[in-house]
Structures are given as structure tokens and as C-alpha cells.
């Protein structure tokens, strides 16, 4: 267990659960990789661990490459297990999609538009990747 907390910069919200679970919910931004570099720190400082996120992209507008690959690169892959991302818009499908495929994140990743399966298939995926 770790203490719940929580962070918010200019483009999302970021909360840790009790479980460990974190949880980045993207505003309806422009995501760059000035602002990328701000959710990581932020996901840094908030818990300095291995851990599954659920990255609800559903309200983004765009995201550059630079962006997504910061999220799966060498600096983040010890402190994440998996990912779970929400995407529900044409948009926002497009770039998770985009990010699976063209960016291959060395994590198990996995996209939903029901944050109930992504939360089950986080809880599956956790107890299989150590």
C-alpha cells in the first residue's frame, strides 16, 4: 500500500491510488514535449516505483511523437509495469494507435473506452508482470 496523493500541471491531473495504481487524466490540451516532460516529473515525484498506469487520453487533442516517445523511453521504463489507455474519439484513438504501433512501448499497453475493463485488465496484467 502507499499513501494516496495526488499532482496537477497544465496538462493533466495525475493521482496515485492506494494500491499503487496511477492514474493521468490528459486535459484537453495539445500535448507537446515541453508538457510531456512536466506529467513525467510529475509522475516522478509522486511515486518513485515500478507501477501500472491508466492514462485517460479521451480529452486530448493532439500529441507529437517527441511527446508519446518520451513516455516509453529508457528514463520511464523501470517505473512503469504497464499502461492502460483510454481513448474514445476519433482522436484520440488514432493516437494510441499511433503510439502501440509506431512507438512499440516496451511494456504491456493496452487500449480501452471503459475504465472499469482497463482497471481489470491493469489488476490481470499486474499480478502476471512482477
Known sequence: MVEACHASVPAADLFVEEDGLIVIRVKHVDMTAA????VLD????????????????????????EAQ???ASAEMR?????????????????LVNFFMVLVKPPYPTQMFRD???ARAWIAET???VS
Do not use: G
Request: positive net charge; proline residues 6%; charged residues 30%.
Open 42 to 65: 510529475a509522475r516522478l515525484s509522486l511515486l518513485k516505483a515500478r507501477a501500472p498506469l491508466i492514462v485517460d487520453a479521451r480529452q486530448v487533442k493532439s500529441m507529437s511523437r
Open 126 to 128: 499486474r499480478s502476471r
Open 78 to 94: 523501470p517505473y512503469t509495469q504497464c499502461i492502460a489507455v483510454l481513448a474514445s474519439n476519433p482522436v484520440s484513438v488514432l
Open 35 to 38: 508538457e510531456m516532460r512536466k
Open 115 to 117: 475504465e472499469v475493463k
Open 69 to 71: 516517445e518520451m513516455t
